[in-house]
């Protein structure tokens, strides 16, 4: 099983809200990651999980706040977001032996959109 | 920079033609991952290479992971529509720690 889930599918939210984007996987990866796609280009990295400790964030605004509950979960909080924020946020993770040489396996992303 | 250059950016052929993507790059990978992606929905991993020379054959999909590895290439064997899509490399720089480098993606067109 290489699955990775992701809820909602879709998301619709004004610049107020706040919002929350999961991510749940079971193949005893130790590394999640959360990834920014917008159309038409690659993924660019937000933050990668590491034994449950935040180990990279790229310089993401702090309107985004990632918590990892534990070893199976990742979530992304959204709160006051811009327009431009609006892509697709795919989750993904592999396992973390530090050799360089794990696989990542993306969810199926959530499709956001910041009215 | 660490880059990963992907070419064609577009492919438009013909059912049963061969077409070959390349990924290149001056830094070397422990590892490259190619996966394919449909609109709207996440990467699925086609195949992943690690050793240098490498070659993996996955059905009509023949990959080939450069001796140096610092390179790439898919190729796909009397194209079928249903291999239309977006076509992404990725590498893990060695020592890396877990942050993949991805090429800008081909997008494959195959007409009936």
């Known amino acids: 099983d290489t699955e990775v889930t992701q809820t909602p599918k879709h998301l619709v939210m004004g610049m107020t809200n706040k919002k929350s984007l999961k991510c749940e996987q079971h193949?005893?990866?130790?590394?999640m990651y959360w990834y920014k796609q917008k159309a038409k280009k690659p993924p660019e990295l937000m933050f990668v999980?590491?034994?449950?400790?935040?180990?990279i964030n790229e310089s993401v605004p702090s309107r985004f706040s990632p918590e990892c509950p534990n070893s199976s979960l990742l979530n992304l909080h959204l709160h006051a977001l811009q327009p431009e924020d609006s892509a697709l946020y795919l989750c993904?993770?592999?396992?973390?032996?530090?050799?360089?040489?794990?696989?990542?396996?993306f969810g199926p992303g959530t499709r956001l959109l910041v009215l | 920079t660490q880059l990963l250059e992907q070419s064609p950016q577009f492919l438009s052929i013909q059912e049963g033609e061969n077409l070959t993507v390349y990924c290149n790059s001056s830094?070397?990978?422990?590892?490259l991952q190619w996966y394919r992606q449909e609109p709207g929905e996440g990467p699925v991993l086609l195949v992943t290479?690690?050793?240098?020379?490498e070659v993996k054959k996955l059905k009509r999909l023949t990959f080939q992971f450069g001796d140096a590895r610092k390179d790439s290439s898919l190729h796909i064997t009397a194209a079928q529509p249903g291999d239309t899509g977006l076509y992404l490399c990725?590498?893990?720089?060695?020592?890396?720690?877990?942050?993949?480098?991805f090429g800008a993606g081909t997008r494959l067109a195959v007409h009936p």
């Open positions: 993904a993770s592999s396992q973390d032996r530090s050799s360089g040489r794990e696989t990542q396996y």
């Open positions: 193949m005893g990866h130790r590394a």
């Open positions: 999980y590491s034994y449950e400790k935040l180990s």
């Open positions: 830094s070397v990978f422990s590892s």
């Open positions: 290479v690690v050793t240098g020379g």
């Open positions: 990725a590498g893990r720089i060695s020592g890396g720690y877990n942050k993949l480098i």
